[in-house]
Nanobody, 119 residues
Framework: QVQLAESGGGLVQPGGSLTLSCAVS????????MSWYRQAPGKERELVAG????????NYSDAVKGRFTISRDNAKNTVTLRMNSLNAEDTAVYYC????????????WGRGTQVTVSS
């Protein structure tokens, strides 16, 4: 059974930092591109950051570029999102996402972790 379990969310003051982790089980992490998405109240889910299978290529939304860093450790089956200089617009539920693309496409989602940026 595939599981993506996010952790590390919480309440943080503006300008603060948080590190989210995604613990992956039930699949070969090294075969999956991984991403973090977020969904704020009343808004659609949006891509925040992505990383390829080898971990040598990343992409970020314009809203977080320069502040967030995605990384992965295939040996430890974890994907991490380091978030710095947080502001109120970063408040959302953050989701871990995995994608396998080889002839067929398989996608997996975690249940999300809440990040609230407020003073």
């Amino acid at each position: 059974q595939v599981q993506l379990a996010e952790s590390g969310g919480g309440l943080v003051q503006p300008g603060g930092s948080l590190t989210l982790s995604c613990a992956v089980s039930g699949l070969v992490l090294s075969a999956h591109d991984m991403s973090w998405y977020r969904q704020a109240p009343g808004k659609e889910r949006e891509l925040v950051a992505g990383i390829n299978t080898a971990g040598d290529s990343t992409n970020y939304s314009d809203a977080v570029k320069g502040r967030f860093t995605i990384s992965r450790d295939n040996a430890k089956n974890t994907v991490t999102l380091r978030m710095n200089s947080l502001n109120a617009e970063d408040t959302a539920v953050y989701y871990c996402h995995g994608r396998y693309d080889n002839c067929s496409i398989l996608e997996y989602w975690g249940r999300g972790t809440q990040v609230t940026v407020s003073s």
